[in-house]
């Protein structure tokens, strides 16, 4: 009876220290499974009472949610500027053009909804309540340097303005994967400002969602800028994917070995060029590549910041994306 209680306590012990060891957003993300399941297989009613019917259309209102969830999060989620690592950080910068990022494409979601917004007084004491507590919890964000609630405030409201009075600009779509990566590099810099990671350590399963997330990023931004052409010879094109397969891999274990910026940047570059020479290659791409790479992007990003209403309309836009042989796709491109 005795060695029979040991070995189940030896078993939950192990299971508690892999527990311990791993990120906590993995385990979030696999408590998350069940209500990504059921928005999957209730698309269709979903996507109807929301009105997203087409893939352009949940990509845009998609863009809309991460624009101002990721907004909220960075504010409310981060530190404050007495912990910083050094009095020399960059961090604070990033951060003001993160925040002007995410402002720019929250004034242009408000600007196409302000209609549906309350009318008159309600509507004014909306629209100003919450602009000031916005302002204000990104001003208390730089305590207690002057310098940094000025520059937070100034990034959260110079970005609304300009989303708001320019009318051709910003595609909240286009820049969704560009932040993403930007705040992956951000919660790289210093994991512990952002509660990521076990007290700022970054363990294996922190740093291989850190680059999944980039990877999906930088492959989101490159099937949409770069098309296919076929104008490599098949000969040369095996020697430099092979090439650039094995100069991505040496950056991804050289980034897992060092949790460096300048490295995890380099990865990323390594990927994009690996990604462009197999899209530059191909004769045609589904149509539907570029949305599921973007959904896929998103996804990771809500699942490494803890975030499960954003992989949630991530899960929504991969639903309406036109379905195509999207996974044979991206072994041709990769």
């Known amino acids: 009876m005795l060695e029979n209680m040991a070995i189940v306590q030896s078993a939950v ?7 311990l060891g791993a990120p906590s957003f993995l385990w979030i993300g696999l408590l998350s499974m069940p209500i990504f399941m059921v928005v999957w297989l209730c698309r269709d009613v979903i996507s109807e009472r929301l009105g997203w019917r ?34 020399a950080s960059h961090l ?11 402002g720019i494409g929250t004034g242009g979601m408000l600007r196409d909804y302000h209609t549906q917004m309350p009318t008159g007084r309600r509507r004014r004491i909306w629209r100003w309540g919450t602009g000031v507590f916005v302002i204000a919890a990104a001003a208390l964000s730089g305590y207690p340097t002057w310098w940094g609630a000025l520059l937070n405030a100034a990034a959260v409201i110079s970005g609304v303005i300009i989303g708001r ?16 990566i930007l705040g992956t590099v951000l919660l790289l810099m210093q994991p512990e400002y952002f509660r990521f990671g076990q007290l700022g350590n970054l363990t294996l399963g922190h740093l291989i969602g850190l680059y999944i997330t980039g990877a999906l990023s930088v492959l ?6 770069v098309r296919p052409a076929n104008k490599i010879y098949p000969s040369a094109y095996v020697k430099l994917k092979w090439m650039a397969r094995m100069i991505a891999a040496l950056a991804g274990v050289l980034f897992i070995l060092t949790e460096s910026v300048p490295v995890f940047l380099g990865a990323m570059a390594a990927f994009g ?7 530059i290659h191909s004769e045609k791409l589904p149509q539907n590549l570029g949305g599921y790479v973007w959904a896929m992007a998103l996804i990771a990003f809500g ?13 929504m836009v991969m639903a309406k994306s036109p379905r195509g042989d999207v996974w044979r796709a991206l072994g041709r491109v990769l």
């Open 220 to 225: 989101a931004i490159i099937v949409r800028m």
């Open 273 to 279: 060029i690996l990604a462009i020479l197999g899209i």
């Open 303 to 315: 699942v490494l910041t803890q975030m499960p209403v954003v992989g949630l309309v991530g899960v």
């Open 13 to 19: 012990s192990s299971f508690n220290n892999a527990a």
């Open 165 to 180: 009075r320019v009318t051709t600009w910003p595609n909240t779509v286009a820049m969704t994967p560009c932040l993403i």
């Open 92 to 102: 604070p910068w990033v951060i003001a053009v993160m925040l002007f990022g995410l």
């Open 54 to 87: 087409t893939a352009p259309m949940a990509m845009r209102y998609a863009a809309d949610w991460f624009m101002v969830l990721g907004l909220l999060w960075f504010i409310f989620m981060g530190g404050n500027y007495g912990v910083l690592r050094d009095a």
